[in-house]
């Protein structure tokens, strides 16, 4: 799917949260991993608490997504140069290692200026582990270690499992009440296999709703 054009750039919604599509959009990413984690979890926020979601923010500048239809349904995409930040919502970054988007872009000074929360999700530090290997590279690792200021500025700190909160609050010195784990499994095919939660409750009911995927009571982070 191309660059959007027209109406469908405006989000029509009104709700508090903006988050940031560039990682679906990288080239090193594409499909898989981080591009992957970033659609199935706007995708599930949008599905589960579709009053929260403002806008999706894609960066013109990087190559177009596909197999969105549903989020450019839901009349939420909006080009990031394009976008209103509102003031007392909250700008979510997937990714914010993602060193293909300038700073000044994934953290945009309208944000800042309108006071916007700040929440980020760390997949990992491996880089940050193994320097050596990762960050040999002086103007890498000066790119690097901005955003992990940017991490340790945040308001809070989402992250894929429980040694990635260690890791966060361990190395980046962030303090645990500002890190939440959401987990990785957003997407509807990681469900609990319904014939296993018979058998551990018989005659009784699943439990499974209808968009349960059975890990956890908010796999979005942002619920109440």
Known sequence: MGHFRGTSVRAV?????????????????????????????????VRRHPELVGALLYNPRLPPLGGIEALVASGRIVPVNDWCAQSGGVIHLISPFELDVPLRTAWPRAASVAGMALVVTVHDLIPEVFPGDYLADPGLRRRWRARRELIRAADHVFTLSQSGTADVVERLGVAPSRVTVVGAGCDD????????????????????????????PDDTGLGP
């Not at 940031?20 to 599930?44: I, K, N, W």
Request: glycine share 16%; net charge positive.
């Open 13 to 45: 919604n009104g709700g508090p949260v903006a988050i940031d599509l560039s990682p679906a959009q990288s080239g090193a990413y594409r499909e898989r991993g981080v591009a992957r984690h970033t659609l199935d979890f706007t995708r599930a926020v």
């Open 189 to 216: 095919r990681f469900r609990r296999p319904e014939e296993r939660v018979r058998r551990a409750n018989p005659g009784g009911d699943t439990g499974l709703g209808p968009d349960d995927t059975g890990l956890g």
